[in-house]
């Protein structure tokens, strides 16, 4: 499908996106018969994901000086984040990618993870997933300190925290219908014709409406990403990690993604954090970032105080970001 076809579905409005935000220019329609579940399914999520922020905080025992001294915000949070790193180390054998690592996101913000290849960025997220294991620190997810959980366990946190990956990691052999629909059968609460007219308003959110019967390798790689975010939605977790979600897609498809990131993240009490290279796009979502180099987090702030940074490495990764190349 061309990109121009796919842009013109994510830019029509519909009258439960009303244009308050810059992001909701790209806000897509939803047809009428599908638009009562599937708004019922997303205020459904949004409640919960407000209740549980909140009750995280709450069961949290982040403490907001530990490791975090540089982060002018830091002293001023009175209840714990939804997600937390503190003191975080990780290698592979001789090879340290994580030394003491720190950083948090609150619950309904955006944290975003910002760094040369190579330095840990997915690696946290692989962590944070339990797909890996911290050789050290703790690492607290809705207020639970995950590091000795079992995989039952972490099977339960799962189902609160979901991962967008670059490739999107959809089922091949089965349609974009039936990838998306994959969490709503699982949880068995819903009739299958609920199901499918969830699927079907879920794809038009994301912007690649009437692609049930498609396959993954019918689509472009920013098509494949937003089926990801829509199958991730029909999970109705409480955040949302994304590992570099413009990677190998062209400026418009990144520029509609994070819109799409935003505005859900708005609308959703989302949690989120993106890894990314691409500091346009950080700026785009980032409530605040942590900048990894050399295996430490070498910034965790606003990405004001980033920019007001005098370290060189930070400023060359500013300077190298604005650097246009002559024609």
């Given at each position: 499908m061309p990109v121009a076809y796919w842009a013109r579905g994510m830019a029509r409005m519909g009258d439960d996106f009303e244009p308050k935000h810059p992001e909701d220019a790209t806000a897509p329609e939803l047809t009428p018969d599908v638009a009562p579940q599937v708004k019922e399914f997303m205020a459904e999520t949004a409640e919960a994901n407000e209740a549980e922020g909140a009750a995280a905080a709450e069961e949290s025992h982040f403490a907001a000086g530990g490791g975090l001294e540089a982060a002018s915000f830091a002293a001023g949070v009175?209840?714990?984040?939804?997600?937390?790193?503190e003191n975080v180390c990780k290698s592979?054998?001789?090879?340290?990618?994580?030394?003491?690592?720190?950083?948090?996101?609150?619950?309904?913000?955006?944290?975003?993870?910002l760094g040369r290849s190579g330095v840990g960025k997915s690696v946290s997220l692989?962590?944070?997933?339990?797909?890996?294991?911290?050789?050290?620190?703790?690492?607290?997810?809705?207020?639970?300190d995950i590091a000795g959980m079992s995989e039952r366990e972490m099977q339960e946190?799962?189902?609160?925290?979901?991962?967008?990956?670059?490739?999107g990691a959809l089922f091949d052999s089965i349609t974009v219908g039936e990838n998306v629909?994959?969490?709503?059968?699982?949880?068995?609460?819903?009739?299958?014709d609920q199901i499918l007219k969830v699927v079907e308003g879920l794809l038009e959110m994301v912007g690649v409406a009437g692609m049930e019967n498609m396959l993954p390798s019918d689509l472009s790689t920013g098509m494949k990403r937003s089926v990801a975010i829509a199958r991730a939605l029909a999970a109705q977790p409480a955040a949302v990690l994304y590992d570099e979600p413009?990677?190998?897609?062209?400026?418009?498809?990144?520029?509609?993604?994070?819109?799409?990131i935003q505005r859900l993240k708005r609308q959703l009490h989302l949690?989120?954090?993106?890894?990314?290279?691409?500091?346009?796009?950080?700026?785009?979502?980032?409530?605040?970032?942590?900048?990894?180099?050399?295996?430490?987090?070498?910034?965790?702030?606003?990405?004001?105080?980033?920019r007001r940074s005098?370290?060189?490495?930070?400023r060359e990764f500013f300077e190298l970001d604005e650097l246009v190349l002559p024609v």
């Open positions: 009175e209840t714990g984040p939804y997600i937390s790193f592979f054998g001789s090879l340290v990618v994580l030394e003491d690592v720190s950083f948090f996101v609150n619950s309904g913000e955006t944290l975003c993870i692989q962590i944070l997933m339990g797909f890996l294991k911290a050789d050290s620190g703790t690492v607290c997810v809705a207020g639970q946190v799962r189902k609160k925290v979901t991962m967008v990956f670059q490739n629909a994959f969490p709503l059968r699982e949880h068995g609460n819903m009739q299958e413009t990677t190998m897609v062209d400026p418009l498809m990144g520029h509609l993604l994070g819109d799409l949690t989120s954090i993106v890894v990314t290279h691409d500091m346009r796009f950080a700026q785009k979502l980032a409530d605040r970032v942590v900048f990894l180099h050399e295996g430490k987090a070498l910034f965790f702030g606003t990405m004001e105080e980033m005098e370290d060189p490495v930070l």
